[in-house]
């Protein structure tokens, strides 16, 4: 992976057993206040993944009750860092901006094609629409194409990560 940026300190939102990947979007009942990006680790118990999802914040509403709900949309990986508690409680962390290499080498395109021959066969035996289909011939870019095995049921909390 390659930095993409200088560090920022972004606030925490701890995800139990869930990985968001890039590309990805999610609803949670948190309020991020005015927070345009936030970092979505994966938790499992009491460990943290040393690797996030910056995300940013799309849509904010209110549910009945008077909660707050966010949409969220993942970005690019982040490295987490140092942690603290900023004034009004909140768990703000360094985070260290990562994009996925640009360089394609004959393994890598070895590998897309077994992982795309692989995922369109699920896909026929699923009956799956062509929408689906034209979705994962339409990307471009290795990293991404592998973030697609996120959306997997059947890979572990622990594979994802």
């Known amino acids: ?19 968001v990947f890039p590309g990805m979007n999610l609803t949670l009942g948190v309020d991020p206040g005015d927070e345009e990006e936030v970092l979505l680790v994966p938790r499992s118990g009491d460990e943290f993944a040393a690797v ?36 009004n409680g909140t768990l703000r962390i360094e985070v260290t901006p990562w994009s996925d290499p640009s360089d394609r080498d004959e393994e890598i395109r070895g590998l897309e094609r077994e992982y795309r021959a692989v995922v ?19 990307i471009s870019e290795p990293g991404a194409l592998a973030d697609t095995a996120g959306y997997s049921p059947d890979l572990s909390y622990e594979q994802k990560v």
């Open 120 to 138: 369109e066969e699920i896909l026929e035996l699923r009956n799956a629409g062509e929408g689906i289909r034209a979705f994962l011939r339409s």
């Open 52 to 87: 996030g999802t910056v995300a940013r914040v799309e849509e904010q509403v209110r549910l009945p009750g008077g909660a707050r709900a966010t949409g969220f949309e993942g970005i690019h990986r982040g490295v987490a860092g140092a942690a603290r508690t900023d004034l």
């Open 1 to 19: 992976m390659e930095s993409t940026s200088p560090k920022k300190t972004l606030p925490l939102i701890p995800l139990d057993d869930v990985v």
